[in-house]
């Protein structure tokens, strides 16, 4: 993977005064502002004190040991690889808005892209402790996704089950939009259908869960040209019916125990998932499953 200067980007001052300046200069010739660190990561677009709105920052270190072995994660990452490969081939800078533990950045580089400029960016800087040791060559911003202050500087931006934890949604794509250079486009995953909501949801920090076309409607008012969409986790859409139908009343139960499924489970798990990643890579698309995911481009 290249490693880039983070200080050399077609950045707005945000959130002060919106006008573009080159970073390489270290401040805002308009205002004087000059983007400050937090936890060693530069923090371009900060907004203290509403981090824990979106997520609970105390989750990451056991999102971190779990991620690299559960089924759901893995056949994520396997599904959001094949899409960039297919409908980005010639990826070269990418962004990763909510990247958390840097699961995924790091599925992109060691599977696909190993050249390419990754930057991920997320409200905690405490999730970037762990996404700059698996993806230790991408730059690492804390930022709010709502202030994007980037300016046509991407091929791709990426987020990953992020959409779901933001009331202002809409803002984020119409964000991610500008920050996307004329024919890049945006790789997104949401949890879908409503008829779904769990505690695990409320415990995930979750505003809403999308309802079929939803994603879709949104991404066509932020601008977007649609290109490929289906839902996934659909094979096991029955068995996740029955176990969050089984939590919805249930008050002793762990949220993250979904997570720590046995071995032999996860297995199959995995292997349902894989099978389902190869039927749509022949072309079938879901129209009912657990999540959502959609690739859409900037005319």
């Not at 200069?25 to 923090?43: E, L, V």
């Not at 402790?129 to 930022?143: D, I, K, N, S, T």
Request: aromatic share 10%; hydrophobic share 40%; net charge positive.
């Amino acid at each position: 993977m290249k490693s880039q200067n983070p200080n050399q980007a077609n950045m707005r001052c945000r959130p002060r005064c919106s006008a573009q300046f080159d970073t390489r200069n270290r401040k805002c010739s308009a205002c004087g502002f000059i983007p400050p660190q937090t936890d060693d990561h530069p923090a371009p677009a900060p907004r203290p004190g509403e981090e824990g709105a979106y997520f609970s920052p105390d989750a990451y270190p056991e999102l971190a040991a779990l991620e690299a072995e559960n089924f759901w994660f893995r056949a994520r990452n396997h599904l959001i690889v094949w899409a960039l490969t297919r409908y980005f081939p010639r990826m070269r800078r990418c962004l990763e808005i909510g990247c958390g533990t840097g699961f995924v950045l790091g599925g992109i580089a060691a599977e696909a892209f190993p050249e390419a400029e990754l930057m991920g960016t997320d409200i905690f800087s405490a999730g970037l402790a762990y996404a700059a040791r698996r993806v230790p060559g991408a730059e690492l911003h804390q930022m709010d996704a709502r202030y994007i202050p980037y300016r046509k500087e991407f091929d791709v931006i990426g987020a990953f089950g992020v959409l779901e934890h933001i009331k202002e949604d809409e803002t984020v794509l119409r964000e991610m939009f500008a920050a996307l250079r004329p024919g890049g486009g945006i790789a997104v995953t949401v949890p879908q259908h409503t008829w779904l909501w769990s505690r695990q949801d409320a415990y995930a920090c979750h505003v809403r869960r999308y309802q079929v076309g939803e994603l879709r409607e949104k991404a066509l008012r932020a601008g977007f040209h649609v290109v490929f969409e289906t839902s996934f986790v659909s094979l096991l859409l029955p068995i996740m019916f029955v176990s969050r139908m089984f939590q919805r009343d249930r008050s002793d139960i762990n949220p993250t125990d979904e997570l720590r499924l046995p071995v032999a489970i996860n297995t199959v798990f995995e292997n349902i998932m894989r099978v389902e990643r190869r039927i749509i890579r022949l072309g079938v698309r879901f129209p009912l499953g657990g999540s959502r995911f959609l690739i859409a481009r900037r005319p």
